[in-house]
């Protein structure tokens, strides 16, 4: 299949779980379209970069290594996708390979994932966070900086401050969120 061929086959994806799962499956039944759809993915300006989006974070739900190979080009642009419904699930995928790096299970991604990587994920977290994104980003984003704040002491200082300074300002599910990890954060302390 070729990009075009792709590109079109995406047209038809729709918010259904139904139509999500069918296209990710296509891909991970043919991981040779991965270059392509993040490709796609990364066409920031174009509206169907977001279903792009919706696949790539189902494909990485599914089986997180699809995304191995492609971990440079992944970190290096995420900061560029700036359509909301694109954001979200790029924010999901960087929480996958959080969960995934500190998984007690021994994995590919522990041994694959950069601190180079790390460091560009924590970057575009706390753009998002800081930003005015919607509260499935900012929820995201704070469990992945939490986990990585691991690694990165100076994250959680960072992270704790900020969440504490728009707590006031915030939807009942950012500050349900917010306070969970700030919770985690004095625990670690």
Not at 12 to 35: F, G, I
Not at 137 to 157: E, H, I, Q, S
Request: proline share 3%; net charge neutral; glycine share 2%.
């Amino acid at each position: 299949m070729t990009i075009e061929e792709l590109y079109k086959e995406l047209t038809y994806v729709d918010a259904t779980r139904e139509k999500r799962l069918k296209y990710a499956n296509m891909v991970l039944d043919d991981l040779s379209l991965m270059p392509d759809l993040m490709t796609i993915l990364f066409m920031t300006d174009d509206k169907i970069s977001c279903r792009a989006a919706w696949i790539f974070e189902y494909v990485c739900d599914e089986y997180i290594y699809a995304i191995i190979p492609y971990l440079d080009e992944f970190t290096l642009k995420i900061k560029q996708v700036n359509l909301d419904s694109a954001v979200r699930p790029v924010a999901k995928v960087c929480e996958y390979l959080a969960k995934a790096f500190y998984s007690k299970d021994n994995n590919t991604i522990k041994k694959t994932l950069s601190n180079l990587h790390k460091e560009r994920i924590v970057e575009a977290c706390f753009d998002w966070i800081i930003q005015d994104e919607k509260i499935a980003v900012k929820a995201y984003t704070m469990n992945t900086l939490f986990l990585f704040g691991k690694d990165y002491k100076w994250v959680y200082p960072e992270l704790a401050q900020i969440l504490e300074q728009d707590f006031q300002n915030q939807s009942p599910g950012y500050k349900a969120r917010a306070k969970h990890i700030l919770k985690k954060i004095k625990a670690k302390q």
